[in-house]
């Protein structure tokens, strides 16, 4: 009689709803009994913190190192670091680096950074937010351009039809002659 079984017959009460309770029971049982005999650690794992703690503790303290000797902050204690880990393409860690994160810089992603000039958390000046403006509208004017250059490739791939589809205008950043005007310049466009 294996284990099972004798949990069977050690449990007293019977019947069809007693036995599905048992079974249910003992494979609960048992399923917590492998997660139980599971390593509380992998080796590796651990083998592989050790090591990159260690590299990123060594990039911090020449980071900090090189901060307060080189004298170009003014207050190296109220300095803020940003610590990174990454991967190469074979899925190998990169050595970690560490690096100033300036008193005007932030580190956080596009949407929060909508949420924090939404809110008002952030106060950026009248230029930061012009420049942010612009950078956003060339941005959006050059997916419309390669939209349009999409759209123009697969009509042109397409047979030949009648149409009198007017021919779609020149996006703002880009110049008469078809090239693009330098970044931050637009031509004004009146109809």
């Known amino acids: 009689m294996d284990r099972e079984g004798f949990m069977l017959l050690a449990m007293g009460f019977t019947g069809k709803e007693a036995l599905r309770w048992k079974l249910a029971f003992i494979a609960a049982f048992n399923r917590m ?22 590299q990123a503790a060594a990039q ?15 207050d190296w204690r109220r300095v803020r670091y940003l610590l990174s880990f990454g991967y190469d393409r074979d899925g190998q860690p990169t050595i970690p680096q560490a690096q100033v994160v300036g008193d ?5 992603s596009l949407n929060a950074l909508i949420q ?20 956003c509208a060339q941005q959006l004017s050059e997916r419309v351009q390669v939209r349009e250059l ?21 996006p703002p950043h880009i110049g008469h002659d078809g090239k693009p005007l330098p970044p931050g310049t637009f031509r004004a466009v009146f109809v």
């Open 60 to 74: 911090v303290t020449q980071t900090v190192f090189d901060a307060i000797a080189s004298g170009r902050d003014s």
């Open 116 to 135: 924090h000039i939404t809110k008002h958390d952030v106060i950026p000046s009248d230029a930061q937010l012009a420049a942010l403006v612009t950078a």
């Open 33 to 54: 009994e492998a997660e139980l005999q599971k390593p509380a650690y992998d080796p590796a794992r651990i083998q592989l913190a050790h090591s990159l703690a260690a």
């Open 104 to 108: 005007d810089q932030m580190v956080t």
């Open 150 to 170: 999409r759209a123009a490739a697969k009509a042109s791939a397409a047979p030949a039809t009648t149409s009198t589809a007017v021919a779609a205008p020149i």
